[in-house]
């Protein structure tokens, strides 16, 4: 009944991301403890290397393969206007677009590089690492694509002749139950799963409690409405059932009491021929009859 429901019921509509410009945001690869919750080494590491707190930047992370790195990144507030922040949608994840590029992974020495007609974005990955080392982003005024990759590849300590892969196509990432999608278009898609999605939104801690809340709210909501409609349906095809056995029982009704004068007439019919079979099995034979008159006769009559 549940897969029926989940087929039939409307479902919550994807949202599109939020993309970032690359360019506001500065990255850094922090190795993790596993034993530790990721949010809080992440900030601890963004706040050493950065001069300014960790409540003063849009910070966000995603998780290695490995579960022993993760990928932070982080922009102070003021690189954002108030009006850009309000119309940031509730219910879209808001991350920056260079998450787009994470599923190009290369498995070798490289820096692979996105150019758009507002900026250029490097990032520069090391042989078999699941995350990049270094991200560089520069907007069309600011440097070209080949500053940005040798700046990367610098960052990340690669050698000189490290290959340069270019990545073309516009950047899409959109949001569901099942977490974020975003890629370049007609490209693989890198993926962050629900439970990973508020670590990788920027937006403060208290922001994201609220939606958690809300969430979860409107979760609970959207089960008791699959239950009314359960029960509905139930409801409805037990009413149709009763219709289509009382409809069938008067059928049978009306037609047995069609039958029944001809019934009676059988009956009546197998009644005579009852008694007549009687008389003819109970008659007395002829030598029987004359013992019968014999025995009355008055004995003066010989």
């Not at 039958?259 to 009687?278: F, T, Y």
Request: charged share 20%; proline share 7%; hydrophobic share 45%.
């Amino acid at each position: 009944m549940n897969s029926l429901l989940q087929h039939w019921l409307p479902k919550p509509l994807p949202t599109e991301a939020v993309l970032l410009p690359a360019d506001r945001f500065f990255m850094m690869r922090v190795e993790l403890d596993p034993a530790t919750p990721a949010r809080g080494q992440v900030e601890l590491a963004l706040e050493a290397s950065s001069p300014f707190p960790a409540n003063q930047l849009l910070l966000g992370l995603v998780h290695g393969a490995d579960g022993r790195s993760a990928l932070a990144f982080a922009a102070h507030k003021r690189r954002f206007t108030a009006e850009e922040i309000a119309s940031w949608p509730a219910s879209s994840p808001v991350v920056p677009e260079f998450l787009a590029l994470l599923g190009h992974n290369p498995n070798a020495n490289a820096v692979l590089v996105h150019v758009n007609d507002e900026r250029a974005i490097a990032l520069a990955w090391r042989a078999k690492e699941n995350l990049p080392t270094s991200m560089v982003s520069f907007a069309t005024a600011d440097g070209t694509p080949e500053a940005a990759a040798a700046e990367a590849a610098l960052l990340a300590e690669l050698p000189a002749n490290t290959p340069v892969i270019k990545i073309t196509g516009a950047i899409k990432g959109r949001g569901d139950d099942k977490g974020l999608s975003i890629g370049v278009v007609d490209g693989p898609n890198y993926h962050v799963a629900a439970r990973s999605l508020d670590d990788a939104d920027v937006r403060d801690a208290t922001f994201l409690e609220k939606r958690r809340g809300q969430a979860a709210w409107e979760k609970r909501a959207w089960l008791m409405a699959q239950i009314t409609a359960a029960c509905l349906l139930l409801a409805a095809l037990t009413d149709a059932s009763a219709a289509i056995m009382n409809w069938r029982t008067n059928e049978v009704t009306a037609v047995l009491d069609s039958n029944r004068p001809k019934v009676q007439e059988l009956e009546n019919l197998n009644s005579l021929a009852a008694k007549i079979s009687e008389l003819g099995d109970n008659r007395p034979l002829p030598f029987e009859m004359l013992s019968i008159v014999n025995s009355r006769r008055p004995a003066s009559l010989t």
